[in-house]
Nanobody
Framework: VQLQASGGGLVQPGGSLRVSCAAS????????IGWFRQAPGKEREWVSC????????RYADSVRGRFTISRDYAKNTINLQMNSLKPEDTAVYYC???????????????WGQGTQVTVSS
């Protein structure tokens, strides 16, 4: 199983960006997929997760109401739509797979390379 995050970039505060997690070797209906982020000098932080089989989504308090996680069945990707972005959202964003929507990164496997999101004017 390989996961690959993409779609990062530079955006102004208040702007929007969508990052995507593509998978090879697995149907994204089966595992839970989590999004994490890591800013320079900080620990990796859980952001959101989706468990399509149980129609479950979860969000960290810091992003709830601004970020939306979803499943794109046509492209077999998990997307994270990020609106009303703030400078503190700047980080490398990673996706990973797990058996359920856990908050702890050590419970996730199949980490892919991250994608940089920078929120700055």
């Amino acid at each position: 199983v390989q996961l690959q995050a993409s779609g990062g970039g530079l955006v102004q505060p208040g702007g929007s960006l969508r990052v995507s997690c593509a998978a090879s070797g697995i149907n994204l209906d089966y595992p839970a997929i989590g999004w994490f982020r890591q800013a320079p000098g900080k620990e990796r932080e859980w952001v959101s997760c989706i468990f399509p089989r149980l129609n479950t989504t979860r969000y960290a308090d810091s992003v709830r109401g601004r970020f939306t996680i979803s499943r794109d069945y046509a492209k077999n990707t998990i997307n994270l739509q990020m609106n009303s972005l703030k400078p503190e959202d700047t980080a490398v964003y990673y996706c990973a797979a797990a058996g359920a929507c856990y908050h702890h990164d050590y419970l996730y496997t199949s980490w892919g390379q991250g994608t940089q999101v920078t929120v700055s004017s």
